[in-house]
Every structure is written in structure tokens, then in C-alpha cells.
């Protein structure tokens, strides 16, 4: 069994140890749970019995997160196709590819993002060690679903990934998507502000719960389109980073992403080309872990998306 060590920084002062745990050990709050009543996490050495309890600056949180023969970290996959953006000392910025899963997990062992990360930068290998955090997802501080394409910042330094983190947690990351959804959209923009939790009727899916996390996502209308069906160019931008948020979201409003079998509702556009949910991560706008300066970045829609736009009438 391996002990996950961080001190607290003070990103995390005042947090419940159930949402810290979570957080920097990637960890659902459900195991999180289950870990708290097994005595496998402690502070300052004293077994927690309380998952509300806060922590507090300074003290040494300790997680038995991996049970003995779970896979070991993994190594560099030069194979593994992505863009760098950008690249200094303390972060990296990347254009992930549709299709490229960003971290190993439970049927992706091999061939993710994290595996070539690894292999044009190896220091990120040391990262976990450093911070605390999964060896199987070194540097990562958010990520994009399979089919999503798009910017993501990766942590390559210590203080690099406690920023990023703190960043992440008080919404001064700002990342806006282009989306493509069915219908037409009511006005120029809106908000939707619903909290979003695991589906009761299906765990792997998300849907909006009253018992779930506050999330906010902020929409503007750039194109609508009428054939072969009326549809809807937006941009969306995060308020909080939920999984699956944008999709669930725009769903929820009546509007889900063309191509998406999972929140799609059943209703697939005539003739479409892509073969995996309309959504882009097309902007991405943090505070720089070394200077303090704000640093932005913006990518283009990919070829088959631009494709699919291609084939729409107005």
C-alpha cells in the first residue's frame, strides 16, 4: 500500500479533508469516503473519524490510496501524437487531439496523453512525489473527456501545480469551448446554473441533481444554422469544472451537443460527418505559476468539426 504525503498549502487551508483528499489525490468523494472509515487518512499522524473535519496550514496529510499491486507509474510513449503549445519550466500547454485519453485508468493502461507527456518531458515523473499527488496522473490538474479536443495546462514544477490547483479551485482559470448543439438557441446568451451529480439511473453518466455541486456555465450564441435542422454555434465558458458539465448543461436546456450518444437525447443530426460530441476547448486564460502575469491561449477548430460546420445552411 502506498501513503500519498502533502503538506497542506494555502490552497487547501479552511477545506474539508474529504474535498482536499479528493482533490489532490484524484479521488471520487465516494472513495474518499470509504477511506476516511477504513483509518486510512490521517493528519499530523492522527487517524481522521470525520470526512468534514478542516484542515489547516502546515499540517501533513497522509492518504493509503493504492492498494498493493495497482499498476505502477507510468513510462514515456514517444508514439503518442499531440500538440505543445507552449512549454517552459513550469507549465505545459498542449492541443489535445479528439480520441486521446489524457491519463491511464481502468482500460487505458497505455497510449495516453500522460504517456507522452512523460516522454518529451520526464521531470513531470518526478512531480508526484513532490506534491503529493497520483503517480499515474503527473502533472494533471484538469482534464478533457476522450472525445473532447482542446487546450489543457499541465504542471511541471512543484509550485506550478500548487498554483494551478488553487487557481482551479477559486475559478480564475478561464476556459471557454466552442459547441455545436441541436435546436436554436433563445436569445445571444445565458447562464446556466444548475448542480450537477452522478445519475441515478446510470453512475457513469452525469445529470443536474439537487444533491449535486454547484455548477455555473455561461453560454453566447455566435451562429445559428437551419439546415438540415436548425442548429446552434456557441461558445461556453466554465464557472466551475464538473465532469461532463457543458454537455450535461447545454442537455439540460434542451440543446445537447451534436454527435453525443451519451447526453444526446436520442436526437442526432441528418447527415452528420463527426463521430464524437461537437465541443472544443478553444481558449484557455490562467496567471502564469512563475511571473504572475495572465497568459492566454486560443486554438482553432479542428478538421472535423470545421467539416461538419461546412455542411450546414443557414
Known amino acids: 500500500m502506498t501513503v500519498l504525503t502533502v503538506a497542506v498549502p494555502a490552497s487547501l487551508d479552511g477545506v474539508r479533508v474529504d474535498k482536499a483528499v479528493a482533490l489532490?489525490?484524484?479521488l471520487s468523494r465516494s472513495t474518499v469516503t470509504s477511506?476516511?472509515?477504513?483509518?486510512?487518512?490521517?493528519i499530523d499522524g492522527v487517524t481522521v473519524r470525520s470526512r468534514s473535519a478542516a484542515l489547516r496550514l502546515g499540517q501533513v496529510l497522509e492518504v493509503d490510496h493504492r492498494e498493493e499491486g495497482a499498476p505502477a507509474a507510468p513510462a514515456g510513449d514517444a508514439e503518442v501524437s499531440f500538440e505543445v503549445v507552449f512549454a517552459d519550466d513550469d507549465v505545459v500547454v498542449v492541443d489535445k487531439p479528439a480520441g486521446l485519453v489524457?491519463?491511464?485508468?481502468p482500460g487505458h493502461r497505455t497510449g495516453t496523453l500522460v504517456h507522452g507527456l512523460l516522454a518529451r518531458f520526464p521531470d513531470i515523473g518526478a512531480l508526484p512525489q513532490a506534491v503529493g499527488s497520483d503517480p499515474e496522473r503527473p502533472g494533471i490538474v484538469h482534464r478533457l473527456d476522450r472525445g473532447t479536443s482542446g487546450l489543457m495546462v499541465v504542471a511541471r514544477s512543484p509550485r506550478?501545480?500548487?498554483s494551478l490547483v488553487d487557481q482551479l479551485s477559486r475559478r480564475d482559470v478561464t476556459r471557454s469551448y466552442r459547441a455545436l448543439v441541436l435546436g436554436a438557441v433563445d436569445g445571444t446568451s445565458g447562464l446556466v446554473d444548475a448542480p450537477i451529480g452522478r445519475s441515478v439511473s446510470s453512475p457513469t453518466r452525469m445529470a443536474v441533481s439537487r444533491k449535486g455541486k454547484a455548477?455555473?456555465?455561461?453560454y453566447h450564441v455566435d451562429r445559428r444554422f437551419g439546415k438540415p435542422v436548425p442548429t446552434t454555434l456557441l461558445t461556453a465558458t466554465l464557472e466551475t469544472g464538473r465532469t461532463h458539465q457543458i454537455r450535461v448543461h447545454l442537455t439540460a436546456i434542451g440543446h445537447p451537443l451534436v454527435g453525443d450518444d451519451v447526453y444526446g437525447q436520442g436526437r442526432p443530426l441528418p447527415g452528420a460527418v463527426i463521430a464524437r460530441p461537437?465541443?472544443?476547448a478553444a481558449g484557455l486564460t490562467f496567471l502564469h505559476p512563475g511571473t504572475g502575469e495572465a497568459v492566454s491561449w486560443t486554438s482553432e477548430l479542428?478538421?472535423?468539426?470545421r467539416r461538419q460546420l461546412d455542411l450546414l445552411g443557414d
Open 24 to 26: 489532490v489525490a484524484d
Open 35 to 42: 477511506l476516511v472509515a477504513e483509518g486510512r487518512v490521517r
Open 102 to 105: 489524457v491519463h491511464p485508468g
Open 160 to 162: 506550478a501545480y500548487h
Open 215 to 218: 455548477a455555473r456555465t455561461r
Open 278 to 280: 461537437f465541443l472544443h
Open 302 to 305: 479542428p478538421d472535423d468539426l
